[in-house]
């Protein structure tokens, strides 16, 4: 059931998740180079689950398994487990930047889906703010795409995903603790990926299987932090800052991939963390 609302939570809760995420996308695109899309995606099922399981243990695990709105938290957890296969086939296709310009469309996407079925009202301040957040992610990126094709219609059908996934979560909150939020979310993708996982299975070696674990406690440690986030602020409120992704996303590219940042990728950060300041100054009363 939901919280009290604590904004200021909420957004330090979706800024973990942001980097937890930023560096689940790194792994997982340096593991798809080698291992199957299901594999990588089967193994991150296995870790969140046992990161459910022990999350949940402390209420009892089945207790917090029963939901008040069970369709609500299965449709939700099989909506998040496409999400996140459309975007893992993203990374397969094209570049970690040109995935993250077309995914950075979904903050937008969330406080438009919001208003319509939460009843949450985004001001026009905080519009702006969101819109000065995207520009910021433009500057960063800079995408140069020549011509439309199939793989560039990923990114967005997946933000898409992502946005309605978000707008879902703060729904089940309404009625549910988010240790069940969070354990539906493992055992449903547990039980989708070990349909197809296992038949594409190719060893590892000692290097991957370690980049495999970290990879899927980051992924366990972002949903987690994203549901708490959800439980302490409204959708809306919370969406300037997931544009962090795209700076962690930048640092990672010059630690992993040794992509120097430039004027415009430091310009566009210090666009994205003004406008998060700025809701975060909403949030406090000074306006909506």
Do not use: N
């Not at 469309?105 to 919001?114: E, G, N, Q």
């Not at 990126?141 to 059908?157: D, M, V």
């Not at 089940?172 to 979310?185: F, G, K, S, Y």
């Not at 010059?254 to 992509?259: C, I, P, S």
Request: charged share 10%; glycine share 10%.
């Amino acid at each position: 059931m939901a919280t009290a609302q604590r904004p200021h939570l909420g957004a330090a809760l979706t800024i973990l998740a942001m980097f937890s995420f930023a560096s689940l996308d790194a792994m997982t695109k340096l593991l798809v180079a080698d291992y199957p899309i299901t594999q990588t995606l089967w193994v991150r099922a296995w870790v969140f689950m046992v990161f459910a399981l022990a999350i949940a243990r402390k209420r009892g695990i089945a207790r917090t398994a029963r939901s008040a709105r069970p369709w609500l938290q299965g449709g939700r957890a099989l909506l998040g487990m496409v999400e996140s296969a459309v975007f893992v086939l993203a990374f397969f296709y094209l570049p970690l930047a040109d995935t993250h310009a077309l995914a950075a469309t979904s903050p937008l996407m969330v406080i438009a889906i919001s208003q319509v079925f939460l009843g949450e009202r985004a001001g026009l301040r905080r519009w702006l703010a969101v819109a000065a957040g995207f520009a910021g992610v433009m500057l960063i990126i800079r995408p140069g795409f020549q011509e439309l094709s199939l793989p560039l219609l990923l990114p967005l059908g997946g933000a898409l995903l992502w946005a309605i996934y978000q707008v879902l979560i703060r729904l089940c909150a309404a009625t549910d603790p988010p240790e069940t939020t969070l354990l539906w979310t493992a055992g449903v993708g547990l039980l989708v990926t070990t349909i197809a996982g296992p038949w594409q299975w190719r060893a590892p070696d000692a290097a991957a299987w370690a980049l495999l674990i970290v990879m899927a406690l980051m992924g366990s440690i972002g949903h987690y932090a994203l549901v708490r986030a959800l439980d302490f602020a409204k959708a809306a409120s919370v969406q300037p800052y997931s544009y962090t992704l795209l700076v962690f996303a930048a640092v990672l590219g010059l630690l992993v991939f040794g992509q120097m940042p430039d004027g415009f990728t430091i310009a566009g950060a210090l666009i994205v963390v003004a406008g998060g300041l700025y809701t975060w100054w909403l949030d406090r009363g000074a306006g909506g």
